[in-house]
């Protein structure tokens, strides 16, 4: 919490005009019931017309003084708030750019949008409504008291006690509401998580015509979150007849004693008027305080988890200094040294005591069944996550020795769900090199097999994407994606699974303009097909973490039982051939 408050700090000036020009305002109000006691009293009871008008216009110009006020602290206190909640929504978005996987897989990504978004508008529309009403509810009330006293001391008695019952009941309320709208937001929370999760997935699910079922679900999330509304509605209902009822007795013992004080003498009738004014001022100032502490208070629950994101450390630290990329070693690109890896809350290990070196230039094929840890060991290379133990050398240095700017330029990664933003291709195509030129860059979508893609569109390279290319198709935005890490010409290029939607001779075009792109490109291509590995220099077999073999597909085929059941599963008519020839009864 008090790391917003730096925040609060930059807008020091309109914190304080903001309350002050609404105390001032504040006089103004507490001055009308007076200005009408005395229209009352001197210029209706002395039929003094001329009076009355002059006092009339004093309330008008009250009135627009008090509107000037008001419309002052609204400006500063909205300055301020969305100032505030502007910087703070940059900060928490700069600082998840700097989180790692790690963190981002435990805090979720539903999370993180919910205090990006709704939580940090509650931190605006509390810090707005702060601003305004925190310090005018109780001078209203106070002043209102002082001003009862100056007019009538009996009278003001009347207040006195009215003032600690109103409280009591107001507060009480507000005390057994504020849990309720705790429950309420929860269940907003669940509301809005199902809608997001429901939209996100609206194919599949009138692919699978689960609309039915989809639609029962939010019904019942939805009845929930009415039926606590409905619940907090009428005890929150309570207050209005529960204060009326009380102010009207209040209104009743006023008026009784004001009669008195006015039969003898003390008082006038527009006194007695002031007074019910300001009752009526107290009990709306009290209900509004009961309001905006309840704003308040989700306020801050929003703010501490809005904090909480902020206060989570990034587990992914590199060193200030560059240099560990010219430290290039020997001839191996990629090399894993006993690596293994857990889950961030995962019980079990993913990767398992894992061994290989990968050659600059070569093409590395990673092959396993689903969820073998393929990705899992791409991942590393490129430091989405460290290893839990042994090291990951990429040029014979630890990848934990390279700036991130190092590490970015020499590894291109194209990961199995390909991911474009809303622009155009240029600007796609840019992300990994901002300066790249047309010709870079046709010449990444040609080795990407997506020249034909981008020349089939209207504008070529200027064609505008949607948001996350949802006007290419599966197919197109693989291959675009592989331009994108191509055109920044990496020396490590990992392409994990990233060509599944491409036809098979696309794809044996793809690898094959791959393998020829010049300089001494290592190729690490992650895939469940063996056409699409069985080329490579060294292939890796994974099996649930663990590396069940590393060879050539020749060396595989005779060493590794793994694999060759993949290959057989993929060529069932192989398996024949090669057991006769090995001598095996089929
Ligand atoms: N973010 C994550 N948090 C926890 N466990 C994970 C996470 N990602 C993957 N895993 C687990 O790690 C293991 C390896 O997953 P990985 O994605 O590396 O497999 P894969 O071989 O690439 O699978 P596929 O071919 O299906 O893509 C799996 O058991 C998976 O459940």
């Not at 807008?11 to 019931?33: C, G, H, Q, T, W």
């Not at 305004?132 to 509810?137: D, K």
């Given at each position: ?92 978005f700069d600082h998840i750019q700097a989180l790692s996987f790690t963190e981002l897989d435990t805090i979720g990504t539903d999370t993180l949008i919910t205090r990006l978004i709704n ?441 590794c039982e793994v694999y060759r059941e993949i290959y057989f599963s993929q060529f069932p008519e192989e398996r024949a051939a090669y057991n006769n020839e090995s001598g095996v009864i089929?």
């Open positions: 919490m008090k790391s917003l408050g730096v925040y609060l700090k930059h807008y020091k000036k309109e914190s304080i005009i903001a309350p002050l020009f609404k105390l001032l305002e504040v006089v103004f109000d507490l001055l009308v019931p007076m200005v009408v006691a005395q229209i009352i009293d001197v210029g209706i009871a002395g039929n003094n017309r001329p009076y009355i008008v002059s006092r009339f216009g004093i309330l008008v110009l009250m009135a627009a003084v008090g509107l000037c006020c008001s419309f002052t602290a609204q400006y500063f206190a909205a300055k301020a708030s969305v100032g505030c909640a502007t910087e703070l929504r940059q900060a928490v939580d940090i508008n509650q931190v605006q529309n509390g810090i707005n409504m702060g601003l305004r009403l925190l310090l005018r509810s109780p001078f209203i009330v106070f002043g209102s008291v002082v001003m009862a006293f100056t007019v009538n001391v009996k009278c003001a008695i009347v207040f006195l006690v009215t003032i600690p019952i109103l409280f009591v009941a107001v507060f009480g309320i507000m005390l057994v509401s504020i849990p309720l709208f705790k429950k309420v937001q929860a269940a907003l929370d669940r509301v809005t998580g199902m809608t997001r999760e429901n939209l996100n997935g609206v194919r599949v699910i009138r692919a699978f015509c689960r609309e039915e079922q989809s639609v029962a679900d939010f019904e019942k999330s939805n009845d929930e979150l009415t039926c606590l509304n409905e619940f907090v509605g009428k005890i929150s209902a309570l207050l209005n007849p529960l204060t009326y009822v009380l102010i009207n007795i209040a209104a009743v013992v006023l008026i009784w004693q004001a009669g008195l004080q006015v039969n003898i003498g003390s008082m006038q009738q527009g006194q007695v008027v002031a007074l019910y004014n300001y009752m009526l001022q107290i009990i709306v100032e009290l209900i509004k305080l009961a309001s905006l502490i309840i704003t308040l208070n989700k306020s801050v629950a929003c703010a501490e988890r809005v904090s909480g994101v902020l206060a989570v450390p990034t587990t992914m630290n590199y060193p200030a200094k560059g240099g560990a990329a010219k430290k290039v070693t020997g001839d191996a690109a990629v090399t894993f040294k006993n690596v293994s890896f857990t889950y961030a809350g995962a019980g079990a290990e993913s990767l398992s005591d894992i061994s290989f070196t990968a050659k600059r230039g070569q093409t590395i094929g990673i092959i396993g069944g689903t969820g073998s840890g393929k990705s899992t060991l791409v991942s590393l290379i490129s430091r989405f996550y460290d290893a839990t133990s042994g090291d990951v050398m990429v040029d014979g240095e630890n990848v934990k020795n390279y700036t991130k700017e190092e590490l970015c330029n020499k590894v291109g990664v194209v990961q199995q769900r390909a991911v474009l933003f809303k622009g155009s291709i240029r600007d796609n195509m840019r992300w990994g090199k901002e300066d790249a030129t047309d010709a870079e860059i046709w010449e990444a979508l040609t080795t990407a097999q997506a020249k034909e893609v981008v020349e089939g569109k209207q504008d070529q390279l200027d064609f505008m994407l949607e948001q996350n290319g949802k006007n290419l198709s599966g197919g197109q935005k693989q291959r675009l994606s592989i331009a994108r890490a191509l055109v920044k010409k990496p020396e490590i290029l990992i392409l994990d699974d990233s060509s599944s939607a491409l036809d098979f001779a696309t794809d044996a075009k793809l690898r094959k303009a791959v393998h020829n792109l010049e300089g001494n490109t290592t190729t690490f291509l992650v895939s469940q097909r063996i056409a699409g590995i069985r080329q490579a220099d060294q292939i890796l077999v994974l099996g649930n973490g663990t590396l069940e073999g590393n060879g050539t597909h020749d060396e595989l085929m005779k060493t089929a």
